[in-house]
């Protein structure tokens, strides 16, 4: 065997020039931002407390962009939705110690929607085995320090995707290149960098870092499994799809499509894979997954396909699918391959799964699927109608009219949300997220931010009720600090009436605000997306929710 290759190891004449000449006075935390700088990284995330000594001087040096909001938890957020809109991995910097563990939420919740977020830590000088330097105990028992806290890798470990602990300056570049990877093979997910901080303050002989390129694993299906699966799909008499939040991110909603219409299957899409097969097809079942009719048909199906799903609560007609044929599961994560039902299950990413089958099953005729569907849509929109909720349907359809097709839209639990969940055609893959994972009030406006940091030319809409919209109010600074274009749209949402006056509050930030009501919301939140930097626009009508749609 043979270990002859053609790469090129020979450094640049840049690069030899840039090592061999480093700029005087380089610390530890020139190594981390040079680091990620040589990835691609072009923005990054912070909030007020210690996260590194003397990293914004070194963000400047190297022409990193540095946004920082007010709390650990809404800069974990802004990552968040950094990386699911841009697929790149968003760099997250947290306080030392117990501060860091206020950005535990926003990555619990990365961690379920599969965002990519590179967290890194400047822990305390010393804490945990292994951290200390010259002078410094290694034992944390002998601390006395500000902020110390006892393995904190091992608080992180239980939340993120991967833990990559450093120890000396050496190992700072190979161990962000090695967690950015992770974050960025599939399933994408946050990970957990923690450099102690006499290593990131001290100077620095490793030479400046200019090489960086990654290479996150893909991960195709294995034959044997496509074909028993392309087999099992042409068979089939009534076979049917659910589209999770996997096909989006893999960018995979065409192929989904040709092999909708190739095999002629019914498909309804998750909320978190809502955008990912057309609303108007005539084999979608739009996203009424929650609807108990739509529950009847996949339960049917002697074959359904679930891709990029976990068929997790919000999916599953709240916990109470009991499909009766055979499951064909593709599914990136591993840990939810076959859960909650047995199923033929293949761990690999959508887009190739996609492909493989594309490449594989025949054409399958059956002129009867689209009636059926027409038959799910009609009973959904009858139960809806028994029960006089025109109002909550009427600002569903007022703010799919005021949203320009693409616009990202970010919410949080609400009741509108729910409705949108069901009802909302999103136009486009990725264009609606939500906290469906940890369920954190307050994701909606911070993470709508850092949507609009990854693209300042379009506007970004965020989503929250009157009491929610009180964990992330302090953002209003941040959104007129950096003039970010987010319409925040606060809904009522049945309190008790206690609380701000969220069109003053927001004026009081320096941030435009209006009072709207059912019959003028789509020309006001139309008129509030269009114009450039941070707007509210509030409506106080309370909102219901439709019955229970499943028995029990």
């Not at 450093?166 to 190979?174: G, K, L």
């Amino acid at each position: 065997m043979t270990h002859d290759h053609d790469l090129v190891l020979r450094p640049t004449a840049a690069q030899t020039e840039a090592a061999l000449d480093p700029p005087p006075g380089r610390t530890g935390t020139d190594l981390v931002v040079e680091t990620l700088a040589a990835l691609g990284a072009t923005t990054v995330f912070g909030a007020p407390g210690r996260p590194a000594p003397g990293v914004l001087d070194a963000l400047h040096r190297t022409g990193l962009r540095h946004v920082g909001l007010r709390t650990v938890c809404d800069a974990g957020f802004a990552a968040d939705a950094y990386g699911r809109v841009t697929g790149e991995a968003a760099p997250l910097l947290v306080p030392s110690g117990p501060g860091a563990l206020a950005a535990l939420a926003a990555l619990q919740e990365a961690r379920a929607a599969s965002a990519p977020v590179l967290a890194i830590g400047g822990q305390v000088t010393g804490a945990g085995s292994g951290h200390g330097g010259p002078g410094h105990p290694r034992d944390l028992s002998e601390l006395r320090e500000l902020r110390e806290l006892p393995d904190r890798d091992g608080v992180f470990r239980g939340v993120v995707k991967s833990v990559h602990p450093v120890r000396t300056q050496s190992q700072i570049p190979s161990a962000i290149a090695e967690a950015w990877t992770s974050a960025l093979t599939v399933p994408h997910g946050p990970v957990w960098v923690d450099v102690p901080r006499h290593v990131l303050l001290a100077e620095t002989p490793v030479p400046v870092v200019t090489g960086g390129d990654t290479f996150p694993e893909e991960l195709p299906p294995r034959p044997e499994l496509t074909a028993v699966a392309a087999d099992l799909l042409v068979r089939a008499e009534r076979p049917a799809i659910v589209a999770g939040g996997g096909v989006v991110r893999a960018d995979a909603s065409g192929k989904l499509r040709q092999l909708a219409e190739r095999i002629q299957a019914p498909v309804v899409t998750t909320s978190g894979g809502k955008g990912a097969f057309p609303w108007t097809h005539p084999l979608s079942l739009r996203s009424w997954s929650a609807d108990r009719h739509t529950t009847e048909l996949l339960e049917d199906a002697d074959v359904l396909l679930v891709i990029g799903s976990g068929l997790g609560e919000l999916s599953s007609g709240a916990g109470t699918f009991e499909p009766r044929g055979r499951i064909v599961q593709i599914q990136a994560d591993l840990g939810k391959l076959e859960s909650p039902h047995p199923a033929l299950g293949i761990h690999a990413d959508a887009r190739l799964a996609l492909q493989a089958l594309l490449e594989t099953v025949g054409e399958r005729r059956d002129e009867a699927a689209p009636e059926r569907v027409r038959a799910v849509l009609t009973e959904a929109r009858a139960r809806l109608a028994a029960q006089d909720l025109t109002l909550e349907q009427d600002v569903v359809a007022a703010v799919r009219e005021a949203l320009p097709t693409g616009t990202p839209s970010f919410w949080d639990p609400t009741v509108l949300t729910c409705w949108a969940w069901s009802a909302l055609d999103a136009r486009a893959p990725g264009a609606m997220h939500s906290a469906q994972g940890a369920g954190v009030p307050g994701y909606g406006f911070p993470a709508a931010l850092g949507a609009a940091a990854a693209d300042p030319t379009r506007p970004v809409l965020a989503v929250s009720g009157d009491d929610g919209a009180l964990h992330a109010v302090a953002e209003l600074a941040t959104a007129r600090q950096y003039d970010l274009n987010v319409t925040w749209l606060v809904t009522g949402d049945g309190g008790d009436g206690t609380g701000p006056d969220h069109v003053a509050l927001a004026e009081s930030f320096g941030v435009p605000g209006v009072r709207t009501s059912p019959q003028t919301l789509a020309a006001d939140l139309a008129k509030a997306l269009a114009a450039p930097g941070p707007s509210v626009v509030v409506l106080p009508t309370a909102l219901r929710m439709p019955a229970q749609a499943h028995p029990g």
